[in-house]
T-cell receptor, first 117, second 116 residues
Framework: ETGVTQTPRHLVMGMTNKKSLKCEQHLGHNAMYWYKQSAKKPLELMFVYSLEERVENNSVPSRFSPECPNSSHLFLHLHTLQPEDSALYLC????????????????FGEGSWLTVV | AQKVTQAQTEISVVEKEDVTLDCVYETRDTTYYLFWYKQPPSGELVFLIRRNSFDEQNEISGRYSWNFQKSTSSFNFTITASQVVDSAVYFCALSGFTGGGNKLTFGTGTQLKVEL
């Protein structure tokens, strides 16, 4: 059983819809991440949160809006997406951002498969 | 800049064969971590191993073994006596401190197919 859970697992949405992806980690970690995985491309880091503060936004379009209400939950709000945004969105967490040893390991959820039609 | 290269896009083997997945990395950091993750069709990235740049000792875990060669900037992964359940995409990743923080740079993955 994974320590990082994501819902929904599958989502189909129209280009004018507003939806949200949810992530919850049960590992007591302080850092959380959103990654995007498109076909035939390396995983792309989208957002990084540490202690509920956004510390990185990798030039992600504003139609993706993250929210981290507490250290255990992370959301990705989706609005007016494009078909090219269809991908697997992976949430992840780690003990912290710069820790050495085991704190450096990033654990992933099962991902949310998003299809934009 | 950091870079991870997995030159093997897809590998097919017959069950019980040994298979090695290659990973070559580039980084200017002197302290860094290397990872392998397994991604089955369900999508989840399963953590397999983390190795820090100061520890070149090879590691074995059951049928899995890892060979870290700093001189050639490689961190190869071998599965001994492969099984159908090993079929997945395997990603090699690098985490350094250039740019700050705990950010993984992934390779493009190697699709491993193990057939009966």
């Amino acid at each position: 059983e994974t320590g990082v859970t994501q819902t929904p697992r599958h989502l189909v949405m129209g280009m004018t819809n507003k939806k949200s992806l949810k992530c919850e980690q049960h590992l007591g970690h302080n850092a959380m991440y959103w990654y995007k995985q498109s076909a035939k491309k390396p995983l792309e880091l989208m957002f990084v949160y540490s202690l509920e503060e956004r510390v990185e936004n990798n030039s992600v379009p504003s139609r993706f809006s993250p929210e981290c209400p507490n250290s255990s939950h992370l959301f990705l709000h989706l609005h007016t997406l494009q078909p090219e945004d269809s991908a697997l969105y992976l949430c992840a967490s780690s003990q912290d951002l710069t820790g050495h040893g085991s704190g450096n390991t990033i654990y992933f959820g099962e991902g949310s498969w998003l299809t934009v039609v | 800049a950091q870079k991870v290269t997995q030159a093997q896009t897809e590998i097919s083997v017959v069950e019980k064969e040994d298979v090695t997945l290659d990973c070559v990395y580039e980084t200017r950091d002197t302290t860094y971590y290397l990872f392998w993750y397994k991604q089955p069709p369900s999508g989840e990235l399963v953590f397999l191993i983390r190795r820090n740049s100061f520890d070149e000792q090879n590691e074995i875990s059951g049928r899995y073994s890892w060979n870290f060669q700093k001189s050639t900037s490689s961190f190869n992964f071998t599965i001994t006596a492969s099984q159908v359940v090993d079929s997945a995409v395997y990603f090699c990743a690098l985490s350094g401190f250039t740019g700050g923080g705990n950010k993984l740079t992934f390779g493009t993955g190697t699709q491993l197919k193990v057939e009966l």
